[in-house]
């Protein structure tokens, strides 16, 4: 496995610390440079050009979120992973239309980082179960006053499952959270996507993020 580059932005050194030694862990992921503020993330991002940031939200001198646009302009390759003290849908929604590829709490980290990492590198949107739960606990109709789309003719349940595969989860995920089996899931999503006329997740994670789909309020 090719080694996975990568910049960790944060302004507490002690944490920065604990990412290094869980990161080395792994064998196959290199920290190629540390930052503390929005400002010097983005100095080294350019100069760096990264496979991945671990990119923290409350920085000094520039926050996270106020710096990710101009990341993806720098190094338009670079994947993004917020790694955040702030565990809900708002900064959640974002991240995630200002171009990160996850979003993790850092609460979380332990367990799941490395996983985080695999998914965002291999294209897919990570999101923890946490939010999503959260995010799908909000979910509501389609007003009856929108305009009509392919999106207002896909029934709740379709909605619900291809909202949960825009966030990168997988069949028997989403099957645990919806109560259906992994099996159901994947009629649903193929028979969703058909209507959409999507035939990738990549394609279905721009849908999603253009038409507001990851939006609470939505």
């Given at each position: 496995m090719s080694s996975i580059r990568v910049v960790l932005a944060d302004d507490h050194a002690v944490l920065r610390s604990g990412l290094r030694l869980l990161l080395s862990q792994a064998g196959h992921i290199e920290v190629v440079g540390e930052a503390e503020s929005g400002t010097d993330t983005i100095r080294q991002v350019e100069t760096l050009q990264p496979d991945l940031v671990l990119l923290d939200i409350s920085m000094p001198r520039l926050g996270g979120l106020d710096a990710l646009p101009t990341l993806k302009k720098v190094a338009p390759q670079t994947r993004i992973l917020v790694l955040t003290m702030h565990n809900d849908p708002e900064h959640l929604q974002s991240a995630l239309k200002k171009g990160a590829s996850g979003y993790l709490p850092k609460q979380a980290a332990d367990n799941e980082l490395l996983h985080a990492i695999e998914a965002v590198m291999r294209g897919e949107v990570y999101v923890h179960s946490s939010l999503t739960r959260h995010l799908l606990g909000n979910m509501l109709p389609v007003s009856s006053e929108s305009q009509a789309d392919a999106w207002d003719t896909l029934s709740n349940r379709e909605r619900n499952?291809?909202?949960?595969?825009?966030?990168?989860?997988?069949?028997?995920?989403?099957?645990?959270?919806?109560?259906?089996?992994?099996?159901?899931?994947?009629?649903?999503?193929?028979?969703?996507?058909?209507?959409?006329?999507?035939?990738?997740?990549?394609?279905?994670?721009?849908?999603?993020?253009?038409?507001?789909?990851?939006?609470?309020?939505?």
């Open positions: 499952v291809l909202r949960l595969v825009a966030l990168g989860h997988t069949s028997a995920e989403i099957g645990e959270l919806l109560s259906i089996s992994a099996k159901t899931v994947d009629t649903y999503r193929a028979r969703g996507m058909d209507k959409l006329g999507i035939k990738t997740r990549a394609a279905l994670v721009r849908f999603a993020l253009e038409r507001g789909i990851l939006n609470p309020n939505e």
